[in-house]
């Protein structure tokens, strides 16, 4: 199926092209180009008359956090409110075969029958905690079909801010009780989160501890940024009150101005993934590519400007 057909099933919210349209995205052949330029200009905002509706949800944190068994819970509650859910799991790469190992999407529990919700998993190439270009591209695909699209990184090496460059809004979740929230206050990153987890919250006064530290820390910063506390585990508890935060947070954006900086920076980002350092001296540095960018048309898709980035490096 072409690029352009699997982009008019997303367009009309037919959630069974989502598997196709994530292969697709996947195959970094040099045939395939034109087919993901196809479909990614077809779920363009240029195609769509405007933003695509859904929710697109960054979720990191370091691994052993409780990611999944969040998300599980999150899915859950947003599946009960009748919105459909597309999860991308950004798992470390197979050594053998470069595809993703599959961990996080066995570890998020969601009925297999339930047609609203789709999972998968997406290898971060060789890119350690950072997002794929086809990550990137998946997201802005499916964000044409369903309600909310999650993407779920690892939180080491460049996935926090790079989430934060692909996501409306990014909640980072941290662990109680195991050093965490010191060493997130220390890696300078307070800016990235638009919501801070801390979960297990059935753990008591360690949990507690863990949201004074981080609200008294963000106190002092003068961020707005809010704190919750979950507990993923029966009874369950704080989930329905993060949904609000996160929904909350994407009211008060501005998405086409958000979008539209996603946009850029991920064509920037792939651009430099493909060309290296050479390829960014011969556009005129970072900050002549940031300028270029923001002269071309606002609703470009990605793959568009990252055409346009190597024409003008040539």
Excluded: C
Excluded at 85 to 101: E, F, H, I
Excluded at 246 to 261: E, I, P
């Amino acid at each position: 199926m072409s690029g352009a057909e699997l982009g008019r099933r997303l367009r009309e919210r037919d959630l069974s092209a989502a598997p196709a349209a994530l292969n697709l995205v996947e195959n970094r052949s040099p045939a395939a180009r034109e087919e993901i330029a196809a479909l990614l200009a077809s779920v363009s905002p240029a195609s769509l008359g405007g933003e695509a509706r859904a929710h697109i949800v960054g979720v990191t944190g370091p691994p052993g956090a409780g990611k999944s068994t969040l998300l599980s819970a999150l899915v859950a509650g947003w599946r009960g409110a009748g919105r459909s859910v597309a999860v991308l799991a950004v798992d470390p790469s197979s050594k053998r075969s470069g595809g993703a190992l599959l961990g996080d999407r066995a570890r998020i529990d969601a009925d297999p029958a339930d047609r609203g919700v789709f999972i998968r998993s997406m290898a971060a190439g060789e890119r350690l905690g950072g997002l794929a270009p086809a990550t990137r591209a998946g997201a802005q695909a499916l964000a044409a079909a369903f309600d909310v699209v999650v993407i779920e990184t690892v939180g080491v090496g460049q996935s926090e801010t790079e989430v934060a460059e692909a996501a409306d809004t990014v909640a980072v979740i941290v662990q109680p009780g195991s050093g965490d929230a010191l060493q997130f206050l220390k890696s300078g990153i307070m800016e990235v989160p638009d919501a801070l987890v801390v979960t297990k919250a059935d753990l008591g006064a360690v949990a507690a501890r863990a949201v004074r530290d981080l609200r008294a820390a963000l106190r002092s910063l003068g961020s707005p940024t809010p704190v919750l506390s979950v507990s993923s585990v029966p009874p369950i508890t704080g989930v329905d009150e993060l949904i609000a935060a996160l929904d909350a947070h994407r009211a008060g954006l501005d998405l086409a101005a958000t979008r539209v900086r996603t946009r850029r920076l991920g064509a920037l980002a792939d651009f430099i993934a493909e060309h290296g350092a050479s390829g960014l001296r011969d556009l005129g540095g970072r900050r002549e590519a940031e300028r270029y960018l923001a002269e071309q048309p606002a609703d470009a898709d990605e793959t568009a400007l990252v055409a346009a980035l190597e024409a003008r490096a040539r």
